[in-house]
């Protein structure tokens, strides 16, 4: 069974701080992708990273991808309130057989 | 373009009774995911259809669920003899392609099943 382990389960900060979210697997992933989802909605994809060693960035977030391409972890700085839902990894690929296993989310509370 | 929708946003039922969920996918998208969501967890996969091939099927939990796609568009998800630990929050998702790395996923905003 390959799982994607993400910890951690949850988090709440204060307004400005730094965090960081980790998302760990044993298996080898041909993508690592990062969603957002909010109460009562879906998951909205965040980013998608595909290559061993990867770093994006989108405006305060930072993602990058473990050099094996096990791993991930989400930086975000300066946090906000409006940063405030559930994260979510997810690796795909061949060896997944076309479809995405999620880890189990982190609860992210920012008060302001 | 319409987003995924989902219909109901919400279901009640009772122990026992048989529930259907339904998903419309983004025109064009061959691949069609379902999923369960428990309160504040991630996703656990169900079922996946793409194209004409015949649908993955191995994440459902038990023979009483089921799940077809018609016209290679819309989805239905049937849960039969509804049990209480089957409430969560059943998701549907759709994109381009699959076997693709990095292949994006669009969400609908999920079915709310409460089974008492």
């Known amino acids: 069974t390959q799982l994607l382990e993400q910890s951690p389960q949850f988090l709440s900060i204060q307004e400005g701080e730094n965090l960081t979210v980790y998302c760990n697997s044993s298996s080898v992933f041909s993508s690592l992708q990062w969603y957002r989802q909010e109460p009562g909605e879906g998951p909205v994809l965040l980013v998608t990273?595909?290559?061993?060693?990867e770093v994006k960035k989108l405006k305060r977030l930072t993602f990058q991808f473990g050099d094996a391409r096990k791993d991930s972890s989400l930086h975000i700085t300066a946090a906000q309130p409006g940063d405030t839902g559930l994260y979510l990894c997810?690796?795909?690929?061949?060896?997944?057989?076309?479809?995405?296993?999620f880890g189990q989310g982190t609860e992210l509370s920012v008060k302001p | 373009g319409a987003g995924v929708s989902q219909s109901p946003s919400n279901k009640v039922t009772e122990k026992g009774k048989d529930v259907e969920l339904r998903c419309d996918p983004i025109s064009g998208h061959t691949a069609l995911y379902w999923y369960r969501q428990s309160l504040g967890q991630g996703l656990e996969f169900l079922i996946y259809f793409q194209g004409n091939s015949a649908p993955d099927k191995s994440g459902l939990p038990s023979d009483r669920f089921s799940a077809e796609r018609t016209g290679g568009s819309v989805s239905t998800l049937t849960i039969q003899r509804t049990q209480q630990e089957d409430s969560a929050v059943y998701l549907c998702a759709s994109s381009l392609l699959s076997f693709s790395p990095g292949e994006t996923q669009y969400f609908g905003p999920g079915t709310r099943l409460l089974v008492l």
């Open positions: 997810a690796g795909g690929g061949y060896n997944q057989g076309g479809k995405l296993i």
């Open positions: 990273v595909v290559t061993g060693g």
